[in-house]
């Protein structure tokens, strides 16, 4: 059984984990289930309660995981709006290759799901602006 790391959201604003990992995650609880129901001693079988909370602890994980990510969605949202905002502006971002100013032309969500602006012919990481002018 393989089993998916997770990321924190608070150091790199991710979603934590992915619908994907979700799903197999789900999987790999019924997978652990069947095989729990499959070999339990016929004298001592599980009794309904464990198997209502087992599936009760199942529904209350992939709840917490969809409210995850809607909340990953929303601050990605809540980024842009903010990023958007700086359209027009004059800004200036520290980057690992030096200092970036300019007039931002455009907002967007990367694939990596960080919020980048069009600072002249350069993109810069939202979190990366040190300066706003008008």
């Known amino acids: 059984m393989r089993i998916e790391g997770t990321r924190s959201t ?7 984990v992915s619908a994907s990992a979700a799903k197999e995650l789900s ?13 339990q001693d016929p004298l001592q079988p599980m009794q309904d309660r464990e198997l209502i909370a087992q599936l009760t602890q199942l529904s209350s994980l992939e709840s917490l995981q969809k409210i995850e990510e809607l909340t990953a969605r929303g601050h990605s949202l809540s980024q842009l709006s903010q990023a958007a905002g700086l359209i027009g502006k ?7 290759e030096g200092s970036v100013s300019g007039e931002v032309s455009a907002a967007m969500v990367g ?12 993109m810069v990481l939202l979190s990366d602006v040190a300066l706003v002018t008008a």
């Open 27 to 39: 999987k790999d609880f019924m997978r652990l289930l069947v095989t729990q129901l499959q070999h």
């Open 90 to 96: 004059v800004v200036t971002a520290t980057t690992a």
């Open 111 to 122: 694939v990596d799901d960080q919020v980048y602006l069009a600072v002249g012919e350069e």
């Open 10 to 16: 608070a150091s790199d604003g991710g979603g934590g």
